[in-house]
């Protein structure tokens, strides 16, 4: 195992994190009971719609009867469900303002663990699980099997902005449009396979886990946004998720996430891997367009893949419009996307040519301080207004074309480790690392200025747990003291070849990786955690990223 124990420790963790908050659900978090004026129980197996009172020991079978029972609280006397582990299986229910419901509990009034105590809502593979409300809280429960041919299998927020909390979503599907056949191309159809934001809603997904869901023909396979949507996602996970499983017409980007219609809302701390757009689709990762400007900060993309452009984000101003003119440019204040403190690596496209990200169609934008390497195909600029300042491309970057109705782009003390083309002429350079092929200058001549903290060494042994969604690996040798958290790690039977993943947590010879591995005829043998890219001591000052 190949490691510098120094290094580590010197280091720039490369973890996603909202404020300190390690991504995905807290399986213990506490309920401070003493808030709420009301306490419901639901126990499936001890409870009786009929005969009980919502007390623990007399507690309901449901949780619709539960949110019967609550009647209409008002402010401040809100009301709590608590709901105990159990499989519950019921119809598509609404939720209600100033009623929270918690799940994971051992029983009605006993312990709290998520994970151990599994509380499913689950759709029966026929139904759509939930649908928003203002005002309300839904805490610790797995979401599965939502089946709809609408939008929104799990649930749906239309114009509605519920807190979502502590969740996991696992293999929710929005259907095919009946009888789908637009005549053009890049038609909006059934957004949204776990949770769909539409008409100005503002939820908050925090510390959720989504992994497995789907769309038939739609976007956004864990989480769409439309029409004016400000969705804030926060310390998530989104994992093995997939769009366009039955899409003629191409109308299913963002593999995991997609934001569009002018959405705004923001999309910090989370880990984004093994998500894909199929059908000719793309972003495998994050998708965003029509004048949509989330704020993207603090994220880990990795091993997305999309079936056409853009393995990790898609960035479009304009969208795919054939039959009406586009749209006039709009004003910096009503259009700017700001993509800081991004970690993008293993993200692959189609055609190899923009792996970690494809930013066009009059896209306007910001980057900072983003780490890119190791995709096929890396930082590809196309008729765009971009501001680049502080940002580590460790690999190949382009920018082409330009457009009169643009403003002029400037870079500023970046680290393009190799310039594939530039061809857009109102372009300004400003203290560079560059190669001589990049114009302008004068530029920094490119140098590995990097620690070496990669970590490598041998596997023994690889299993998936279905109930966390993670892969964990046993290590031949014991792993280097370090902070491992939200770092890539490279797979494979051969060295420096594989399978890139996100690390959720590791220690002694343990990984525990998010989501699942691709299947393969063998376990790999080898594995490489990326390095940090982190400056050496006497480094050229204030080049390049720093994501701390």
């Known amino acids: 195992m190949r490691h510098s124990v120094a290094a580590l420790f010197l280091s720039i963790a490369i973890i996603s994190s909202c404020a300190g908050v390690t991504p995905g659900p807290d399986a213990r978090a506490v309920v401070d009971t003493a808030k709420y004026a009301t306490l419901l129980y639901v126990d499936q197996a001890r409870g009786d719609d009929i005969k009980g009172d919502g007390s623990a020991a007399k507690p309901l079978a449901s949780v619709i009867a539960a949110l019967e029972a609550a009647g209409a609280p008002v402010a401040p006397r809100r009301v709590a469900v608590l709901v105990a582990a159990g499989r519950y299986l019921q119809p598509t229910f609404t939720l209600k303002p100033r009623v929270d419901l918690f799940g994971g509990f051992a029983a009605a009034g006993g312990a709290r663990d998520i994970l151990a105590h599994p509380t499913y809502l689950d759709g029966g593979d026929q139904n759509r699980i939930t649908i928003g409300a203002n005002d309300c809280r839904l805490d610790g429960f ?77 976007r956004g396979a864990a989480v769409a946004a439309d029409r004016a949507a400000a969705p804030r996602i926060l310390a998530s996970v989104f994992a093995n998720n997939r769009a366009g499983l039955d899409d003629p017409m191409r109308s299913s980007d963002g593999g995991a996430l997609s934001f569009f219609d002018r959405s705004h809302g923001e ?146 003390a970046n680290i393009f480790k190799s310039t594939d083309k530039v061809e857009s002429p109102r372009v300004t350079f400003d203290r560079n690392m560059a190669d001589a092929s990049t114009p302008g200058g004068p530029h920094i001549a490119v140098s590995d200025i990097f620690i070496d903290d990669a970590v490598e060494g041998e596997l023994t042994e690889l299993h998936f747990d279905p109930v966390s ?62 390095r940090t890219f982190t400056p050496k001591p006497g480094a050229p000052a204030d080049l390049g990223a720093r994501r701390n």
């Open 469 to 530: 969604c993670t892969t964990i690996l046993t290590t031949r040798e014991p792993l280097a003291a370090g902070d491992y958290a939200g770092r890539p790690i490279r797979m494979g039977d051969s060295r420096k070849v594989g399978q890139w993943r996100v690390i959720a947590r590791a220690s002694g010879n343990q990984l525990i990786l998010w989501g699942r591995l691709d299947a393969v005829t063998k376990a790999p043998k080898y594995f490489e955690v990326l």
């Open 142 to 218: 797995f979401l599965v099997n939502g089946r709809v041919r609408g939008k929104g299998a799990a649930l749906l927020c239309d114009g509605v902005s519920p807190l979502i909390v502590n969740c996991i979503f696992l293999n929710n599907r929005t259907l095919i449009p009946t009888g789908w056949n637009p005549p053009l191309l890049h038609e909006t159809a059934h957004d949204g396979g776990a949770i769909m934001c539409i008409n100005g809603s503002a939820v908050r997904i925090e510390k959720c886990l989504f992994y497995g869901n789907t769309t038939e023909c739609g």
């Open 267 to 412: 999309l910090t701390g989370n880990v984004v891997v093994a998500n894909e757009a199929l059908s000719k689709n793309d972003a495998g990762g994050i998708f965003v367009a029509l004048w949509s400007a989330p704020r993207i900060t603090d994220n880990v993309i990795v091993a997305n893949e999309a079936g056409d452009d853009a393995g990790g984000l898609f960035l479009g101003g304009q969208e795919h419009r054939y039959d009406a003119p586009l749209d006039a440019y709009p004003p910096a204040d009503q259009f700017n996307i700001l993509v800081a403190r991004n970690l993008f690596v293993g993200n692959v496209n189609g055609s190899r040519n923009s792996g970690a990200m494809r930013v066009t169609m009059e896209t306007r934008a910001r980057f900072s301080h983003n780490i890119i390497a190791e995709n096929a195909g890396g930082f590809y600029l196309q008729r765009s207004e971009i501001n680049a300042d502080h940002n580590t491309v460790w690999q190949e970057w382009r920018f082409l074309e330009d457009k009169p109705s643009l403003g002029p782009s400037r870079f500023t």
